[in-house]
T-cell receptor
Framework: AQTVTQSQPEMSVQEAETVTLSCTYD???????LFWYKQPPSRQMILVIR??????QNATENRFSVNFQKAAKSFSLKISDSQLGDTAMYFC???????????FGGGTRVLVKP | EAGVVQSPRYKIIEKKQPVAFWCNPI?????LYWYLQNLGQGPELLIR????????DSQLPKDRFSAERLKGVDSTLKIQPAELGDSAVYLC?????????????FGPGTRLTVL
């Protein structure tokens, strides 16, 4: 079974600064996907960024980037130039390459301060 | 394109009462998921449908929870009778399961409060 761990319950950051969220996972699979989801207070879970395990290059989506360390089973999310609208819960999630089941971490609450 | 639709958004009931949640997935998505999200935690899968068939319901408490997906489109999740511990957010998601990544799209959820 896969497990996903997010060790930071809450992070705060000043507007326009950078924050990095940690995620570690445990799996015996070699091919899989990793995701970061954002869940604002409205509750709609939105995909922020994804990474295929077979790709060595770290994924980036505008102000969001990841640091994927496969050997260490680490998948951190960096939010650059933080905006007030980035305030939300952020969930790291794992999915086998040939599967459909998402396994989520416990989440990190990010608060962007003006 | 419309996203995943769920109703109601909020539901408050007395314990031992029945309750039902409805989900309409994105058009064309053959896979539908129901997740349970307790306060301050990540979602956990309750059941997954491939078209009309429930292919993964190992985490669904079958003594009180039931689900159906008639005609492989809309789905209903029911709890009967509800217990205090069932207070949570129930999320529905859908995806198109073909080759490659089966990206899941989530609805806004139903927040259930059991008194």
């Amino acid at each position: 079974a896969q497990t996903v761990t997010q060790s930071q319950p809450e992070m705060s950051v000043q507007e326009a600064e950078t924050v990095t969220l940690s995620c570690t996972y445990d799996t015996s699979e070699n091919n899989y996907y990793l995701f970061w989801y954002k869940q604002p207070p409205s509750r709609q879970m939105i995909l922020v960024i994804r990474q295929e395990a077979y790709k060595q290059q770290n994924a980036t989506e505008n102000r969001f980037s990841v640091n994927f360390q496969k050997a260490a089973k680490s998948f951190s999310l960096k939010i650059s130039d933080s905006q007030l609208g980035d305030t939300a819960m952020y969930f790291c999630a794992f999915m086998k390459a040939a599967g459909n089941k998402l396994t989520f971490g416990g989440g990190t609450r990010v608060l962007v301060k003006p | 394109e419309a996203g995943v639709v769920q109703s109601p958004r909020y539901k408050i009931i007395e314990k031992k009462q029945p309750v039902a949640f409805w989900c309409n997935p994105i058009s064309g998505h053959n896979t539908l998921y129901w997740y349970l999200q307790n306060l301050g935690q990540g979602p956990e899968l309750l059941i997954r449908y491939e078209n009309e068939e429930a292919v993964d319901d190992s985490q669904l408490p079958k003594d009180r929870f039931s689900a159906e997906r008639l005609k492989g489109v809309d789905s209903t999740l029911k709890i009967q009778p509800a217990e205090l511990g069932d207070s949570a957010v129930y999320l529905c998601a859908s995806s198109f399961s073909g080759t490659g990544l089966n990206e899941q799209f989530f609805g806004p959820g139903t927040r259930l409060t059991v008194l």
